[in-house]
């Protein structure tokens, strides 16, 4: 394998891991009249609500982790550089940066607008784009 492309194993590894535990978490879903309940408690009597989407959120961010080892084992340094805030930033900072903003937009979307998230996302995703690009 050329030096160039050792980075193929690390993200086949890291994407195949987060499919098989989403595909156990799916397994693991409780049913409620005989239909899959997407929202309902995966730990019966727990202390906290960890359902579906609870879970898949943290294991998103786990892969966002992930995902950003595995670029800065293809291509060390993080790649400082200085944006539209004009102080110096890293691939890690800037996706802390997008990580704060999207909770920040998801709490102001659900505060002003409805409990529909989805347009929140989406923006979220926009404004991680531009994060990512420009500062």
């Known amino acids: ?13 890291v994407l195949v891991v987060y499919a098989l535990a989403v595909w156990l978490l799916m397994t693991q879903l409780p049913q409620r009249d005989g239909q899959i309940d997407f929202f309902g408690s995966l730990v019966p009597g727990g202390w906290m609500a960890w359902s579906f989407p609870t879970a898949l959120f943290f294991l998103t961010i786990f892969l966002l982790l992930a995902l950003m ?3 800065e084992y293809a291509r060390p340094g993080g790649h400082p550089r ?6 110096e930033t890293t691939r890690g900072d800037r996706l802390f940066i997008s990580l704060l903003g999207a909770a920040f937009i998801h709490l102001a979307w659900l505060g002003l607008v409805s409990s529909n998230l989805w347009w929140a996302l989406a ?8 994060v990512f690009r420009y500062v």
């Open 69 to 71: 080892a595995v670029w």
């Open 82 to 87: 200085v944006g539209i805030l004009r102080f």
């Open 123 to 130: 923006l979220s995703v926009v404004y991680a784009i531009g």
């Open 1 to 13: 394998m050329t030096p160039t492309r050792r980075w193929q194993i690390p993200l086949v590894s």
